[in-house]
C-alpha cells in the first residue's frame, strides 16, 4: 500500500515540478527577451539530466561500463520516443522554432562522434576531454545566441507565466530541485509495485530504471506540450541528448575511463542512432510531430525496449 501511495505522491509532485519548470523558464525567456528554444536546450535539459549524471558517475566508479553507458544510450532513446512522442499524442509539438535545425544538426553530429569514440571498446581520458571541449563550445554558442536574442524587438508577454523576474527565477529553481527527487520517488514507488506483482530484476532494470532517468524530461515536455510551449519541448530533447553525451558522458569518462561491452554493438547504439535520425525530417522540413506519430514513435519505442529485453535474457 505504501508504495502505491509512493508512486501517486510522486507524480503528483512531478507533474507540479515540472509545471513550475516550465511556467519559470518560459517567464525568465520571456523576461530576458531570449527564445524559448535556447532556454529549453539550456536551464531545462541541464536541470533534467541530474538523474543521468548521478547514475553514470555511480556506475562509473562502480566499475560498471556497462550501466554507465546504458543509461545515457537508454535515456537518449527514451528523450527521442518517449518524451517527444507521447506529449505529441495530446498536443502536435512543433519543430519550427528559429535555430532547431542547426542544434539538431550538432546533436546528429556528436551522437556520430559518440559513437566513434566507443568503437575500440573504452571511453578514455582523452575521449572525455574532447567531450566536454565540445560541450564548452556548445555552451559559448548558446550563450552568444541568447545576447543576440536579447537584442531584437520585444515580444509580447505569453499568459501563464510570472510577470517578474525574480518570480521566474524562483519557479525554475523550485522545478528543478524537486523534479529529480520527485522521479526517484515515481521509480522507487513503481519498482516496489512491480516486484509485488512479479516482474523480474531484468525487467525492471531494462525498463522502469532506464526510463526512470527520463521522467523528468517527459514531465517538463508534457507540461510545455499543454501549455503550447513547442519550442521548449523540442529543446529539452535535443538539449538532453547533447548534455548526456557530452556533459554525463564527458564529465564520467575524465574522471574514469569507462569500458563499452560489446553487446551494445549488437543492438542498443544502433537503436539510438536510428531514433535521432527519425526525427531529422520533422526538423528539416519543420513537420509537426502529430498525434499519429506519437503513437508511432511510442510503440516504436516499447518494441526496442521488448528487443532489449529478449537480447538481455
Known amino acids: 500500500m505504501l508504495s502505491f501511495i509512493e508512486l501517486l505522491v510522486g507524480l503528483a509532485i512531478l507533474t507540479v515540478s515540472a509545471d513550475l519548470l516550465v511556467r519559470g523558464s518560459v517567464g525568465i525567456a520571456e523576461r530576458l527577451h531570449i527564445p524559448p528554444l535556447i532556454v ?10 541530474t538523474p543521468e549524471l548521478v547514475v553514470s558517475l555511480k556506475a562509473a566508479f ?14 537518449n532513446i527514451a528523450n527521442i520516443l518517449i518524451v517527444l512522442g507521447l506529449p505529441s499524442i495530446i498536443r502536435a509539438t512543433t519543430c ?26 573504452v571511453l578514455t ?15 559559448i554558442d548558446q550563450i552568444l545566441c541568447a545576447r543576440r536574442a536579447r537584442n531584437a524587438v520585444d515580444r509580447e508577454a505569453v499568459e501563464g507565466v ?35 506483482y512479479g516482474v523480474t530484476e531484468t525487467a525492471i532494470g531494462v525498463t522502469l530504471v532506464a526510463l526512470g532517468t527520463s521522467l523528468p524530461e517527459l514531465a517538463a515536455t508534457t507540461m510545455a506540450a499543454l501549455r503550447g510551449h513547442s519550442a521548449i519541448a523540442i529543446g529539452n530533447a535535443i538539449g538532453s541528448n547533447i548534455f548526456n553525451i557530452l556533459a554525463v558522458m564527458g564529465l564520467t569518462a575524465t574522471i574514469i575511463p569507462v569500458g563499452v561491452p560489446a553487446e551494445f554493438f549488437e543492438f542498443e547504439i544502433w537503436a539510438m542512432i536510428a531514433a535521432t535520425l527519425f526525427l531529422a525530417p520533422f526538423v528539416v522540413f519543420c513537420w509537426p510531430i502529430g498525434r499519429l506519430t506519437g503513437i508511432a514513435m511510442t510503440l516504436a519505442y516499447v518494441l526496442i525496449v521488448y528487443i532489449a529485453l529478449g537480447i538481455a535474457n
Open 162 to 196: 510570472p510577470g517578474s523576474i525574480w518570480v521566474a527565477v524562483a519557479f525554475t529553481l523550485a522545478g528543478l530541485v524537486s523534479l529529480p527527487f520527485a522521479a526517484r520517488a515515481v521509480v522507487e514507488g513503481a519498482i516496489d509495485v512491480a516486484k509485488m
Open 62 to 75: 562502480a566499475g560498471s561500463g556497462g550501466i554507465a553507458i546504458g543509461n545515457i544510450v537508454g535515456s
Open 96 to 121: 519550427e522554432a528559429s535555430g532547431t535545425t542547426r542544434n539538431f544538426a550538432f546533436m546528429v553530429f556528436i551522437t556520430l562522434a559518440f559513437l566513434y569514440l566507443c568503437w575500440d571498446g
Open 125 to 139: 581520458r582523452t575521449d572525455g576531454f574532447l567531450m566536454l571541449a565540445m560541450f564548452a563550445g556548445f555552451f
Open 40 to 49: 529549453g536546450l539550456t536551464i531545462i535539459a541541464f536541470g533534467t539530466s
